[in-house]
């Protein structure tokens, strides 16, 4: 059995990361998935938001995540961490250790600041660990990033 982190934020609905994680519990049946959703400040968010509240509206993601996932037959624990992902991540680890690999979902590179960053590669040299990167797809945006 795999345990696998997957972080992500404005794309934790996205249709490409439950795709991905299907395959995975293909593979795997018992498989187990952890999202995890920094607050990331909302003047940060591509979506704005009339709440201002960084925790509640990662909170309020995750939720939503979470049911959307339950839609398509797949099990996922959340937590909300730390608005920098690498603190966020750093903290899960340490709090929670074992995991097999992360799967990290970004927005399109041209709107990522976790790809600006280079999350991704940064997540893999920190713990050695296979990081799986999903990218939004940016003409699909529109379909699944919730309205306020």
Do not use: C
């Not at 795709?19 to 607050?39: C, G, R, S």
């Not at 003047?43 to 704005?48: E, P, S, V």
């Not at 250790?97 to 970004?106: A, E, K, N, R």
Request: without cysteine; hydrophobic residues 40%.
């Amino acid at each position: 059995m795999s345990r696998y982190l997957i972080v992500a934020h404005e794309t934790a609905m996205n249709p490409d990361l439950i795709k991905e994680v299907k395959a995975l519990v293909a593979k795997d049946p018992v498989a187990q998935f952890v999202l995890l959703v920094p607050a990331t400040p909302v003047r940060h968010l591509l979506r704005q938001t009339s709440e201002s509240d960084a925790e509640t509206v990662a909170r309020k993601r995750a939720e939503e995540a979470k049911a959307r996932f339950a839609q398509t037959g797949l099990k996922v624990e959340t937590r909300i961490g730390t608005p920098s992902p690498l603190e966020a991540i750093a903290n899960e680890v340490r709090e929670h250790p074992g995991y097999d690999s992360f799967i990290i979902s970004t927005l399109p590179a041209e709107h990522s600041r976790w790809l600006r960053m280079d999350l991704p590669r940064e997540v893999e040299r920190q713990y050695g660990l296979p990081v799986i990167h999903v990218e939004a797809h940016p003409d699909r945006l529109r379909y699944w990033l919730p309205f306020d």
